[in-house]
């Protein structure tokens, strides 16, 4: 089994450990997922799927879980921070 | 993005954790066609949620390869949003649309944390007691990082645990219940001797780590991420710099789905008969929907409900008692971890309830209800449709949330159209 994957949060390369979300890829690059309806920061709340906090674009499609998704190589992830 | 793909089950399960997982099973075991779908990739919900560097306890390991040799259909990463018609339910993956037909329905949808508002929680890094958990089991680097674990309810400990055999530093473990009232639900285990040993394995492995109760989180501090949360007992008050803030109140019932289909709700939980069926025909719910009650009551009202959605009733009788004791513990745990009156107050004015739709609590305190400040402040209104928000105004301001409208999850728009479609068709040629 391959031990990294290679991928782009906001165009830059990053490195993680297979079994990595994207929540996580994004936590690694120094990121916050999105900004909130009033510009604030915002990251991970509930880690499950729930809260939708975790919002990014992955390869182009917007409004993506990142806690959900697992990272693959290649991908584009997109924050809105 | 693929078209709608037909699949028919004489018995569907929604939620792939240890309840649905063990419905699924039992009602497979006679050769019928079981379904299990799960908006996780994996099976095994939340307790046996697959981290990627460890192995699954071999409780999950045999349920797991009990569904593979039973050949149940599993259907991962998909949710379920909607029933356009009793018998059929919709669901969405990231790139697929199913509709997926049941003869018999068990909902298995288990339970999330309950958030609660104080300052400074919209800023990354707090995050849940379990969600953090979730984000160490897919990798995020914990090693050395300064936690606070806090809020209520035993999650805080097994969190604490696993993040500290992660190799974070724990500072704090702040539990809102009384010293009293986690005495007399330790008492009540007696009777109970695997929750004991369970017990007494949490308090060695968090040896060390200052455990407080009546304690909570007043405020968390920061600029643009988190950098200290202060935390109170009512008269000492404290405060400590940090990396992260697992926080969690406790658990609420994902009972969206239940809502949606009709099924009865009495004080939050799911109303079921002895074999776990609801008061629609046919369709039956297991696991934390019906009452908070953790793995072992999950994994017998799974089976009943499994055994009598295939029709097999004198062996889902057969665990009848066993299901009276987990009941027991299910009941202290809702005694013990019921949140004091003072959390109500920790929210400013300015403190944001609605995370999604960045609504204050000032705006809400004029409505008298869920639905007048829905309409009026867009409360509950953005993606999370009330998940985070609607549990807190639950206790917040005493408001029932007992209605649910389709879509449950939200959709993309072309699965929205296709179930309009769906609607207009005669039944009898929707395959
Ligand atoms: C974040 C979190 C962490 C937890 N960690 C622990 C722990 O470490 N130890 C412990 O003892 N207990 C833990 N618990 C308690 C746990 O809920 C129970 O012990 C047990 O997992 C309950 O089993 P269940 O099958 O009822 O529900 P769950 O395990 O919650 O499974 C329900 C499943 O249903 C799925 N689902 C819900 N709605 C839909 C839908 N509309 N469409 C598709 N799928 C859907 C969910 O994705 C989930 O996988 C945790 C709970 C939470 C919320
Ligand atoms: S962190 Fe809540 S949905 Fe991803």
């Known amino acids: 089994m391959r031990n990294e994957i290679a991928l782009k949060v906001n165009g830059t390369h990053i490195v993680v450990p297979p079994g990595a979300t994207v929540a996580v890829a994004v936590a690694l690059a120094g990121q916050v997922c999105r900004k909130s309806a009033s510009g604030a920061p915002r990251g991970p709340l509930c880690g499950m799927g729930i809260c939708f906090e975790c919002r990014v674009a992955i390869n182009g499609q917007p409004h993506c879980r990142s806690c959900q998704a697992f990272c693959e190589e290649g991908m584009d992830v997109r924050t809105n921070g | ?431």
């Open chain 2, 1 to 431: 993005m693929a078209s709608s793909t037909p699949d028919g089950f004489d018995v569907l399960v929604v939620g792939a954790g240890p309840a649905g997982m063990a419905a699924a099973v039992r009602a497979a075991e006679c050769g019928i066609c079981v379904g299990i779908v799960d908006d996780n990739a994996a099976v095994g919900g939340q307790i046996w949620r697959k981290s990627a560097e460890e192995d699954v306890t071999e409780d999950a390991k045999s349920w797991a390869d009990c569904l593979k040799a039973r050949q149940v259909t599993v259907l991962g990463g998909m949710h379920v949003f909607d029933q356009p018609e009793p018998g059929i339910l919709l669901a969405e993956s990231s790139d697929n649309r199913s509709v997926l037909h049941y003869e018999k329905l068990v909902l298995a949808t288990g339970a999330r944390e309950r958030f609660l508002p104080f300052p400074g929680w919209t800023l990354p890094n707090v995050i849940g007691a379990g969600g953090l958990q979730a984000m160490v089991k897919c990798r995020l680097p914990i090693r050395g990082k300064r936690v606070v674990v806090a809020g209520t309810g035993p999650l805080l400990l097994a969190v604490a645990a696993y993040l500290k055999a992660h190799g974070a530093e724990i500072l704090k473990i702040c539990e809102q219940a009384s010293w009293l009232t986690l005495l007399r639900f330790a008492t009540s285990l007696l009777t109970q001797p695997a929750k004991i040993w369970q017990g007494i394995q949490l308090s060695q492995q968090l040896g060390g780590i200052p455990f407080l109760t009546s304690s909570w989180v007043a405020a968390a501090h920061g600029d643009k991420m988190l950098e200290a949360v202060t935390i109170t007992s009512g008269s000492e008050t404290e405060t400590i710099d940090c990396d992260y803030l697992a926080c969690g109140f406790h658990l609420v019932p994902n009972i969206e789905l239940p809502i949606l289909l009709g099924c009865e709700i009495s004080d939050g939980f799911v109303q079921v008969n002895d074999l776990q069926e609801t008061n629609v025909s046919g369709v039956f719910c297991a696991g934390e929907p019906t009452g908070i009650g953790g793995v072992e009551l999950a994994l017998v009202e799974g089976q009943i409900a499994g055994l009598a959605a295939a029709s097999r009733i004198a062996e889902a009788r057969h665990l009848f008692g066993k299901r009276e004791g987990f009941r027991r513990f299910a009941r202290s745990l809702q005694r013990a971890f019921r949140l004091r009156p003072e959390l109500r107050m920790l929210a400013g004015p300015e403190t944001i309830v609605c995370r999604c739709e960045d609504v204050m609590y000032a705006q809400l305190c004029p409505y008298t209800s869920w639905r007048s400040a829905k309409l009026q402040t867009r409360c509950g209104m953005g993606p999370c449709q009330g998940r985070v928000c609607g549990a807190a105004t639950e206790f917040l301001f005493n408001w029932s949330l007992d209605s649910a409208r389709p879509p449950v999850f939200p959709a993309r728009v072309e699965s929205l159209v296709a179930v309009r479609d769906i609607k207009q068709q005669d039944p009898q040629k929707i395959s």
